[in-house]
């Protein structure tokens, strides 16, 4: 009896085995299946992921390429002779002449203007009748108030001397007010000033019809060398870049006074439109000219004032700015704004 007991125990506890046996195969098929079941899903996480990151990179490049950027031009500015005295006389400093518009230029995504005269402590008066020189603080007046380019192309830039030039790109490079149609020498003269606004890629381009002598050279500060065929073949290059989408060109020319531009400006103007320009930025009159749409281009023939101090007539104490708006590569319009000057030479939106 003892003995069958025994046998029957041990076949007893042989079953047990072989069941325990079976289960964890079971056991062991089971987390097998649902190792390969996560490592799947884990799998199609990672496609989902991968998948919602490009849609995002997609939908981010779309709005980029949709979005409105909004450029804004200014004429010329002086920030000598009255409106130093105008500034002084009431204990202000030189950011004062932009506080009535500071608010509006920090509105757009780029503030170019002409700069009327060098900013330095150094060179000679060259004895013009009229000759411009700006303290080194007035580069801090001018990042403060929200430019952000400026030409220095014009018939006032040498007249404290090619030094004084030079010192002028030091002070503007050191307050990151970027400048164009002036340096040291002739590679940097000549060098376009290119911005990025979302993936529109800008180069600016900057001359003077005046001092067409006063050009850079490789061991001499100077302008931007005057030549309508050399700044076509320029403009063309630059457009035909990979990665150039927009040239404007800013123009330092006309008639002072005049409110229409003249057959020269008109025929200068559109040969640069023919040649790629999408803008063409105009001053030097002191009072505003017309704004032509022509074929593919813009020509802003004059700007008028931005800060000056010429308070002898109502048309040179006003002036315009030209919003120029950029959409999908293009520019899609500009828009005329006005301005008025006060008795300080603060200009100031007109309200329409």
Known sequence: MKKTFGVLLIF???GLVGWLGYQHR????IIHDLNSRLTLTTSEASQVGSLE????ELQEQLTQREKVYTILAGGDIMLDRGVEAALKRDNLGYEAAFDLIRDDLRDYDLVFAN???SISDVGADTGKAYSFRFEPIVADALASAGIDIVSLA???MLDWGRESLCETTRHLDHVMVAHVGAGCDRTAAEAPYLVNLGDTTLAFLAYTEFYQGAHATTD????TEYDLDII???IKTLKQRDGIDLVFVSMHWGTEYKPRANDTQVQIGQQLVDAGADVVIGHHPHVTQEIERYD???IIYSLGNFVFDQDWSAATMQGLLAEIVIKEGKVDDVVPRAIQLNNRYQPSLVLE
């Open 12 to 14: 007893g506890l042989l």
């Open 26 to 29: 079971e056991a062991n098929s």
């Open 53 to 56: 990151e490009n849609v995002q």
């Open 115 to 117: 700069l009327e005269g």
């Open 154 to 156: 014009n018939n006032h």
């Open 220 to 223: 001499r500060p100077g302008i």
């Open 232 to 234: 076509t073949d320029r």
């Open 296 to 298: 593919e281009g813009w």
